[in-house]
């Protein structure tokens, strides 16, 4: 395994674009037969325009969403051809609709998913964690190329947001005799072969691991965060997070920034890599994913600011302001995500129901 491990390799270029603004199991929750949750949102909100900005930017186009749009979004290129895919809720039933990015026409619609947890694009090719297994689908054919093995089991389903060397890794957890256990699944992207199964049990004051980076993993709680190096399984160092155990979508690993926000109206902060000192914190607080593309991070505030930051040093570099726009508090009752991609920028408005691509020029 360690002979494996240390072979891993994950592309910094293709992190920045492709991080994906995804999917972890507290806005999955909820109730009916299949654990689809139903949401009552207002058809008659206005649309979104930009109202002010401290940065140029320009809409390229649009998209209203009568369903709607569910657990997140993917975006990604390959060739002249770029794509944004997400899952969209149509009364019962999800599917899974795939956009050109430059102009927002539908390329691919695939129906009636079964319950959702996490997805990613590489390539021409579309990688889905569902109930009870993971599929992956030819976007340029519209054929499914895999299907994973029955994971009745397991539960999460979170899968890393860019293939490790070739394969791509699914993270679930499983619970035999009332005794939790991590599993790190690493099957080969392109035929689907299970390559590797590693097994962490979850002891109560050991938190769990929630983001493999090339030669580090990160581990959270008991308010805590650390990193600890592989395949030896030491401790790199340790901070404290105030209790701050939540960690909302995935992290990015920007050069030597580790980027996590938190809570259920994340802040964001940023940790050094290599020492674990905290390099910058942003405090506002943000209804969104936080996604970084050629060096900015971008996240959409509660107040309806999209907000641009140097991912390096959290510097402000400028804002979009849409309106209109009632600052969010409260249970969180609609989504709202963030897309990136090419230059583009894609923001999922749930209390308008629209999708909107905006480029920001230099």
């Known amino acids: 395994m ?6 891993l390799c994950l592309r910094e270029t293709y992190c920045l674009h492709m991080i994906t ?9 909820s109730s009916c037969n299949r654990g689809i949750p139903t949401e009552t949102i207002d058809q008659n909100l206005p649309a979104k325009q930009i109202a002010s900005m401290t940065l140029p930017a320009q809409e390229l186009w649009r998209k209203p969403q009568t369903s709607m749009l569910y657990g997140g979004m993917s975006a990604g290129m390959e060739a002249t051809q770029y794509y944004l895919s997400y899952f969209e809720q149509e009364e019962d039933k999800l599917h899974v609709i795939v956009l050109d990015t430059r102009t927002g026409e539908r390329i691919r619609r695939f129906e009636d998913i079964p319950y959702p947890h996490s997805m ?25 190329n895999w299907e ?34 991590q599993l ?17 049990r979850i002891e109560s004051d050991s938190g769990f691991m929630f983001f493999r980076s090339p030669q580090v993993d990160y581990w959270i709680g008991d308010g805590q965060l650390w990193a600890v190096n592989f395949p030896d399984m030491t401790t790199l160092w340790r901070v404290d997070m105030n209790n701050m155990n939540r960690v909302s979508g995935w992290p990015i690993v920007h050069e030597q920034r580790l980027i996590v ?28 994913n936080i996604v970084v593309m050629d060096g ?67």
């Open 21 to 29: 603004a995804l999917l972890l199991s507290a806005i999955l929750m």
């Open 261 to 288: 926000a938190l809570g259920t109206y994340p802040t964001i902060q940023a940790y050094d890599t290599t020492t674990g000192a905290l390099v910058w914190e942003y405090n506002e607080k943000l209804l969104s």
């Open 184 to 200: 790190l699944r690493y099957y080969n992207r392109n035929d689907g072969e299970l390559v590797e199964l590693i097994t962490i």
């Open 296 to 362: 900015v991070l971008y996240a959409l505030r509660t107040d309806g600011v999209l907000v641009t930051l140097d991912a390096n040093s959290g510097t402000a570099l400028g804002s979009v302001t849409f309106a209109p726009f009632e600052t969010q508090s409260g249970p969180r009752s609609k989504a709202y995500w963030i897309g990136a991609s090419a230059g583009r920028i894609f923001v999922y408005f749930g209390d308008s129901q629209e999708l909107v691509a905006i480029r920001i020029h230099e």
């Open 120 to 144: 990613f694009m590489h390539e021409d090719y579309l990688y889905l964690a569902v109930n009870w297994n993971i599929l992956a689908w030819n976007l340029s054919t519209g054929e499914l």
């Open 148 to 181: 994973s093995e029955d994971l009745r089991d397991h539960t999460g389903y979170q899968i890393h947001p860019a293939p490790l060397e070739d394969n791509i890794l699914v993270y679930s957890t499983e619970t035999n005799f009332f005794i939790p256990t």
């Open 2 to 7: 360690s002979k494996y491990l240390s072979r």
